[in-house]
């Protein structure tokens, strides 16, 4: 084979592996990235990957005409994977906020809810609201908007002080809740909710007023036409009613 014969060659198969970067994702599939320790969004149960989330972003993929692949990853690291390249989107429960809005793309929120506190009712029966929390310890998840919303509660003395666990760990924080080791839990509703339902005596006592959370699927800044693909995937949704099955299944607003 002479050296114009090679040249061929290997420019053949440059074009045959023209964007297809390693780790890319197969024709016909939307990769997903997720973390399955956020019920009722996404969860492991008996072996198996389900929740609200799981079930929307499966109807959107099939809308799209493609097959979801979920990939597990960690809340610490999902942001800048998908900045990376690494998935087509991200989901989670994730609230869209200016400054992520800087970093990725997003669709149109999906669901806007709110921050909930979390007491054991039946160790503190007299907290009934947020005015009851001064001086209280307030357990949140790392690197979150509940994280963000109570240091600025604890700087304007609505609260008393804020324990920080890893966001896997929201388990932790609801058991160290119910030991009387901190006063409140934090949490985006529904998963507060879903949590605090699982340990007698626990129970929601306030929402944290004038912050709102838009939950959004994030997307790399250079894919535009998937953004507009799956915007319209979710207005039909909640057009023909779809969502609101979704919504009563898994019991979100």
């Known amino acids: 084979m002479n050296w114009r014969t090679c040249v061929a060659v290997l420019s053949f198969l440059a074009l045959l592996g023209a964007g297809t970067a390693p780790g890319s994702p197969p024709p016909g599939v939307l990769r997903i990235g997720t973390y399955f320790v956020n019920p009722p969004f996404e969860y492991i149960s008996d072996g198996a990957k389900v929740g609200f989330e799981v079930d929307l972003m ?3 993929a099939e809308r799209l005409g493609r097959r979801p692949e979920f990939v597990d990853t960690q809340w610490e690291t999902i942001l800048r994977e998908m900045q990376d390249g690494r998935y087509d989107c ?6 869209i906020t200016p400054a992520r809005e800087k970093i990725l793309a997003w669709s149109t929120p999906y669901m806007t809810t709110t ?3 979390v007491v054991d009712a039946e ?3 007299a907290i009934r609201g947020i005015a009851d929390l001064k001086g209280a310890s307030v357990g949140v998840q790392a690197a979150t908007t509940d994280y963000e919303v109570a240091v600025r509660m604890q700087a304007e003395g609505e609260i008393g002080s804020v324990k920080v666990y890893p966001f896997d760990r929201i388990e932790e924080a609801m058991a160290d809740l119910d030991a009387g080791r901190i006063t409140a839990v934090m949490k985006v509703y529904p998963v507060a909710e879903w949590l605090a339902r699982k340990t007698p005596g626990l129970r929601i006592v306030a929402q944290v007023p004038d912050e709102p959370q838009p939950l959004g699927i994030g997307f790399g800044k250079s894919d535009p036409g998937l953004v507009a693909a799956v915007d319209k995937a979710l207005a039909d949704m909640k057009r023909d009613g779809a969502y609101a099955e979704l919504a009563r299944r898994w019991g979100v607003p």
């Open 58 to 60: 499966t109807e959107i």
């Open 90 to 95: 991200i989901v989670g429960g994730i609230t």
């Open 115 to 117: 921050l909930s506190l």
């Open 123 to 125: 160790r503190n029966p």
